[in-house]
């Protein structure tokens, strides 16, 4: 059994896989001045609730797009579960695939792993959506490369800079408008339909205009929290995977492991 770590901008997971299998996971605010120490305490309760001890670990594997938070999660294998960490991205962990854009080196490590999970679960030409800190959109080729891609702001980074901005707008929940009507007629519903009808369009439209621009059938797979809210009022998705990044985590480790040292 491995433990995954996934540190994304906002949240970090942590997840035991088992056989490509998720048996558990855990989620915890992101905070790059978190010590081995204190992780170590937060997941030794979670593992003892969960039936799950330290040494159930094999290996670990980190992927992370917070440099800053890469040497406690580091500190965190080596003396607690007594492994040295595969960093996705570098070294024995190196990308298995092509970077086919202009700067290999800036492809987050949350996309390159929803690449190789999304490659290896889907046939031909792929979209990937990740709805994260960041809304990305991936393409993906037939042989499994990573083409590059769309950056749009994530859900919840639009409506914090909205209500920030505006003094008069409340804080309102990210949820489906209660009718179909785009004309809201209170202050909080136009808000909950400019928000989420705007990304609906926008995932609409930003996957019709990538079809439309390679000229081959696309799946489009979506993935992270807001997918499923997502789908209940589109039909742009071909499917979902929810824990693409950790099953990506996953498949790099054993092809780590697999090839020659």
């Not at 998720?22 to 081995?36: E, G, H, L, Q, Y």
């Not at 003892?48 to 917070?66: A, K, N, P, Q, W």
């Not at 030409?125 to 490369?145: K, Q």
Request: aromatic share 6%.
């Amino acid at each position: 059994m491995i433990l995954a770590v996934d540190v994304g901008n906002t949240n970090l997971v942590f997840a035991l896989v088992d056989g490509g299998k998720i048996k558990a996971r855990w989620r915890i605010a992101t905070d790059p001045r978190r010590t081995a120490d204190e992780y170590s305490v937060w997941l030794h309760q979670l593992f003892e609730l969960e039936g799950f001890s330290r040494d159930d670990v094999d290996g670990v594997i980190i992927g992370t797009v917070v440099p800053r938070a890469l040497h406690n999660l580091k500190v965190l294998s080596e003396k607690y579960f007594r492994k040295t960490p595969l960093v996705a991205g570098q070294g024995d962990a190196a990308w298995p695939m092509a970077l086919e854009v202009d700067e290999p080196h800036n492809v987050g490590a949350d996309r390159a792993l929803n690449v190789i999970a999304a490659h290896a679960r889907h046939d031909g030409d792929l979209c990937v959506i990740d709805f994260g800190t960041a809304t990305t959109f991936d393409l993906v080729t037939p042989t499994g490369a990573y083409a590059g891609g769309i950056i749009a702001p994530g859900i919840n980074l639009s409506l914090d800079a909205l209500v920030s901005a505006a003094a008069k707008l409340p804080r309102i929940a990210i949820e489906a408008p209660a009718t179909d009507s785009v004309i809201g007629r209170t202050t909080e519903s136009q808000m909950i339909i400019g928000i989420y009808w705007g990304y609906v369009a926008m995932i609409e439209g930003l996957a019709a205009r990538m079809k439309m621009e390679i000229g081959r059938p696309l799946k489009v797979v979506a993935t992270g929290g807001l997918a499923t809210l997502f789908d209940k009022h589109t039909d742009a998705f071909d499917a979902i995977e929810p824990d693409l990044t950790i099953q990506g985590l996953s498949l790099l480790y054993d092809h780590a492991m697999r090839s020659p040292k």
